[in-house]
């Protein structure tokens, strides 16, 4: 086999992998310093170069010219006799440095056939970098492909174009469930090389999913009409997204939903039934918050700006869906706006209010009363809210009657006092600025 054949064949191989002929020259100068380095030990006056299109493979070695007598090392070293023998060398003189032509093929077959399984290692190495760089610039994209494995750590593994592509049961929707041959969608979010070659790491759970999902559906936030804020998710149960309009003429809200709510729900069947609360943005943290935490409505909000935190207070009968099952609705309300906020019953926050307002100054409750109360430390109405009733029963002249009156007759006045201290715009506009796919549904 000579070094054109050789070349062919070698191009051969690298066409089967899908290696452009290009790159096969570059290849075949690496296997040939691989098989120099076996015959001759570590060194660096051999040069290969390569042409694919003429199928020319040239090796030279620098060789040191030396008397006859005086030769020490044939790899980098020649006897002046054998120098001047060489073609294209006219008189060398010894300590002149000449160059040596190597003929490919005096490595035998055993050491082509080793270069040939070189050059397979090497393929396989630009396969592993060409796959790696490609889906590199590729992370964020929706892709779509068919399950050919599901393996027993619950990884579903997907095929793209002999690709491989691994979404771990971390990044998977656990309300679904996933069948060998299946189509499915998913997000690539992480590329990352492994001593196995790369691993493409795909999801379905993360928020950039949903957000994908959102550009993919609604042209106004693709073209950036529509901002999408802050999105927060439980996979597969609820979302919560927050959406601008940079243009006073869209409704960011309507745009998200679409004509008869055909946005949107094409993005819950996507994503197998997780309904999705579309909050529109305002620069009004007390207004945003209560929106977020739709479908419930507090009553108002006590915020604290430089720590995050907020004390919501709904109606006792609206707690519940507050803060939903399991805590969702209150936990996503928290993660979509930045603040850490505790929902707390109208009922139970009166008892922490009134300690400026005294019993003495409320309409309605009698001197008698007022005398009876303050002869059992009970001067203010957070005292008569945080007492225990039945002490309070205990009372002369308090029985169940007058213990629901007085009682009564307190929250409105801390009632009172609160909305004089601080008027609140309770209006959330649920039509208008949350949407939420549940209550979509219902409709």
């Given at each position: 086999m000579d070094s054109k054949n050789l070349i062919e064949a070698f191009a051969s191989l690298a066409k089967e992998k899908g290696i452009n002929r290009s790159e096969v020259g570059e290849i075949i100068v690496k296997v040939f310093d691989t098989i120099i380095k076996k015959k001759y030990g570590e060194v660096d006056n051999f040069d290969v170069i390569v042409n694919p299109d003429k199928g020319e493979i040239e090796i030279y070695q620098e060789l040191v010219v030396v008397e006859d007598e005086e030769l020490d090392d044939d790899v980098v070293e020649i006897p002046i006799s054998e120098a001047r023998k060489l073609p294209d060398v006219d008189d060398p003189e010894v300590g002149e440095v000449v160059v040596k032509v190597i003929d490919p093929m005096i490595f035998g077959r055993r050491m082509i056939s080793a270069a040939k399984q070189v050059l397979g290692q090497k393929i396989r190495e630009v396969e592993r970098n060409q796959v790696f760089e490609e889906y590199q610039t590729r992370v964020g994209?929706?892709?779509?492909?068919?399950?050919?494995?599901?393996?027993?750590?619950?990884?579903?593994?997907?095929?793209?174009?002999?690709?491989?592509l691994k979404m771990p049961r971390s990044e998977q929707i656990p309300t679904e469930h996933y069948y060998r041959g299946d189509a499915i969608k998913a997000i690539i979010k992480e590329v990352r090389m492994t001593t196995r070659g790369p691993e493409i790491i795909i999801t379905r759970a993360d928020d950039s999913f949903l957000r994908r999902l959102f550009e993919l559906e609604v042209p106004e936030i693709f073209d950036g009409i529509v901002e999408i804020r802050s999105i927060?998710?439980?996979?597969?149960k609820?979302?919560?997204?927050?959406?601008?309009?940079?243009?006073?003429?869209?409704?960011?809200?309507?745009?998200?939903?679409?004509?008869?709510?055909?946005?949107?729900?094409?993005?819950?069947?996507?994503?197998?039934?997780?309904?999705?609360?579309?909050?529109?943005?305002?620069?009004?943290?007390?207004?945003?918050?209560s929106r977020a935490l739709s479908p419930a409505k507090p009553l108002f909000l006590e915020i604290d700006e430089?720590?995050?935190?907020?004390?919501?207070?709904?109606?006792?009968g609206e707690i519940a869906t507050a803060i939903g099952s399991s805590g969702i609705n209150i936990n996503l309300a928290g993660r979509v706006t930045g603040y850490e906020i505790d929902a707390i019953r109208q009922s139970e926050y009166n008892r922490f209010e009134g300690d400026d307002i005294y019993i003495e100054d409320i309409e309605g409750i009698t001197s008698a009363q007022i005398h009876a109360l303050a002869d059992a430390d009970i001067e203010t109405a957070a005292d008569f809210l945080n007492a225990d009733p039945g002490v309070l029963l205990e009372i002369k002249g308090i029985g169940e009657k007058t213990f629901e009156k007085i009682e009564k007759l307190i929250s409105v006045a801390v009632e009172n006092k609160r909305s004089s201290d601080k008027e609140l715009d309770i209006d959330h506009n649920s039509d208008d600025e949350t949407l939420s796919t549940s209550d979509d549904e219902k409709e």
């Open positions: 994209e929706i892709i779509m492909g068919n399950i050919h494995q599901i393996r027993r750590n619950d990884a579903v593994y997907v095929n793209i174009d002999k690709t491989e927060a998710r439980v996979p597969g609820r979302s919560k997204i927050i959406v601008e309009s940079n243009d006073k003429r869209i409704d960011a809200v309507g745009a998200c939903v679409g004509i008869k709510g055909s946005r949107i729900k094409a993005i819950v069947k996507e994503l197998s039934g997780e309904n999705i609360d579309i909050i529109n943005y305002s620069s009004e943290s007390e207004l945003l918050i430089e720590r995050r935190t907020v004390l919501a207070v709904f109606d006792d």
